[in-house]
């Protein structure tokens, strides 16, 4: 590619078989203009831009470059370090990974978007092509604009090389953004149908990314015009949920069941497929990474195979130190051990949050009513190996010797409250396996997210995982709404519809109605409890993980405040030129004709 825009390498999708998706193309390579004189070619080249989604959302970089070194997540113990965690040499040359796939894709799509207009198909059905394309220009331009700010604007479609690039004004590209939103959302169907079914975009998906373009672009110009219409979009689309088939599940839990992945709270996915062909892997072969992989499962997993021993002990500087046979082998329901990142549950040393960490003590600070916390985290792990500890084992302080019992004994309890005794005792009762308390966490043991996981992968768990990547919630839609409301200066309705969020998470299947009652009054908030801070911890209890925490952070103007407040990893390195990510240097090293191409300030 001698520059961002290149004669297409766009491959075709089809919609995770499994699930009963379609979009069945041939695989093509290098899209000319002939390709798109028919409606498979037409159809072959959305279905190519929907892949190319999937060769970002659930992949090991793109997943870092948008959750690491934020005010969620710390580094892991495998996290190799790096820029992207501390943003300490974050540059050119390190950042990146989907700036030139957005390019392929917006060029395939001004290459539908400019033939698919005079191919042989029924009005209808030729509609609703164009507006798919609409919407996925859209989305890839916001995830440009969000990411870089200033970035080059296409609408042609290019089939010659050049060497010559420039960057265009982010409001062309959100004006850009709004209109294709707008087109996209008069045209797509309310609900999925052929040939787009599953999670493709439909009507409900396009509205909801435009509410919040429109309220992005209100926190870039301080336009009351886009909050207010990104509050009403937010509303009317909560309105009509029974019209979309959207809504949410009782439980916060049931969002995360991999038979709901395409269910009734989901509005957009990337698609994953069990069948080989389309997924790019070898079945058994564990791949690690690699284009088209979902490997979210992992990403937050500890070592616990590693890291699991028996007979582990605080020594005398306070710390953990693993000891003994493991309890844990590695497994399918547990996952792979990645272990790049964690949550980030390290104490402030100073500043506003001296002596308190983000993940306990302000995220997921009512755990006692707040369901979010038990279904987002593994804390228990049940022994998967019949491991037998003797009463003279190194380190067995606890006198007696036992073998656990697979399925049944916990090896590794990991609590979010200090436990006496701790890891071997629980009070003075010998434990099994290990009690984790918070002062014992460190990069080798802490809370995974459990929400993610693929217990499908069975004998082949090393296998990425063929669960869709979930990019929009209908819970989502409430979120921006009361964001919106807020910066509207209507307080309480963004209260309204931030407790909606709040007291679906204290419903738990386990309690009495007494109690989910009282858990709902318990999480209900008033109009002067919302501020932007309360709406991002509220965004981090529902979405923990969920690839959208810097742009979050980005969009509501709190990036570098809130890291210096609770990233002690990153705090002492971020500038406030890092709420733009530097412009890949290979862009730059090939803009040889013309002006140069300009990087952003700071880098």
Known sequence: MKKIHSLILAFTLLFCLSCGKILEEHPQSQIVPAYFNSSAGVLGGIAGVYNLIRNQWGTEGFSSEMQAGTDEFIQGASSGGGPIHTYNGLNSSNFGSAWGTSFVAINTINGVLKYGQSIDLPEA????????????????????????????????FITVPSQSAKRDPAAEVYKLIIQDLTEAAAALPDKPTAPFLGKAATKPVALFFLAKAYLTRGWLTNSQADFAEAAKISNDLIAAKGTYGLDLWQDFGDAF????????????????????KFGYYTVGGGASGGDAQNLTPWFTNWNYPNNSGLNSFINASGVLVNSGTSGMIRDSYYG?????????????????????????DQAFVKRDVDSRFANTFYTTYISNTAVTNTATAANNKRGIGYTMQVGIDT??????????????????????????PPSTWNANLYPAIKKHMDPSRGTNFNDPSTRPVVI????????IGAEAYLMSGNKAKAAELLNVIRQRAAYR??????????AATAMTITADDVTIDF??????????????????????????RRIKAWNSEAGPYIKDF????PIPQSQIDRTVEGPKFPQNPGY
């Open 578 to 581: 890092h709420v733009l990510r």
């Open 411 to 436: 090896a590794v309890w990991i609590t979010d409250y200090e436990v006496v005794g701790a890891p071997q005792f629980n009070g003075t009762r010998p434990f099994k396996g290990i009690i984790a």
């Open 336 to 360: 792979r051990p990645y272990a790049r990142i964690r949550p980030n549950s390290v104490k402030q040393t100073s500043g506003e949050s001296t002596g308190k960490n983000y993940f306990l």
């Open 509 to 518: 299947k386990t309690n009495t109605a007494a109690q989910n009652a009282a």
């Open 257 to 276: 069941v991999p038979a709901n992945d395409y269910g009734k709270e989901t509005m957009f996915v990337s698609d994953h497929s069990n069948d080989a």
């Open 125 to 156: 059905t030729k509609k609703q092509y164009l507006a798919q394309a609409k919407f996925l220009r859209a989305f890839w331009y916001f995830y440009l604009v969000q990411t870089w700010g200033d970035v080059p604007l296409s609408t042609e």
């Open 535 to 560: 709406i991002l911890d509220e965004r981090s209890r529902e979405f923990f993980g969920e690839w959208m925490r810097y742009h979050d952070l980005v969009r509501t103007k709190t990036l570098v």
């Open 472 to 479: 929009t919630r209908f819970s989502e839609v409430y979120l």
